[in-house]
């Protein structure tokens, strides 16, 4: 069950282009747990849990619920997060590799 909350709790923040400081703020609950919550250390329980969907404005059996982002959807997902993330601290050369690999292109 943690890894289904902390997904669901990951893609819905992304897909509302929430921070998790912002979910910790409309929830009410400590930026750390938030963090805890999202990389699957921890699960969010009772009141914290009600107040994370609360804040991310859907219901508790949403959070709970395993959805069809699995397997290699899910990693293609995580994949365009990291990309995103580090695409301005990359050289161009850094770019072009990620583009050949995708292009099947780069030899092994």
């Keep these: 069950m943690a ?3 902390s997904i669901n709790i990951a893609d819905i923040l992304r897909a509302k282009g929430m921070t998790q400081k912002e979910l910790a703020d ?5 930026e750390a747990a938030i963090s ?3 990389k699957g250390d921890r699960i ?5 849990l009600a107040r994370i969907a609360d804040a991310l404005g859907v ?4 959070l709970r ?4 982002i699995t397997g290699r959807d899910h990693d293609l997902q995580v994949a ?3 990309i995103a993330r580090n695409a301005s601290n990359m050289s161009k050369q850094e770019k072009m ?6 292009l099947g292109e780069l030899e092994k």
């Design 97 to 102: 590799e990620f583009v050949s690999l995708l």
């Design 59 to 62: 219901s508790l059996d949403e």
């Design 3 to 5: 890894n289904v909350i």
């Design 65 to 68: 619920q395993e959805n069809e």
């Design 36 to 38: 805890h919550y999202v």
């Design 26 to 30: 409309a929830a009410g609950i400590n």
């Design 44 to 48: 969010p329980r009772g009141l914290n």
């Design 80 to 82: 365009r997060t990291l």
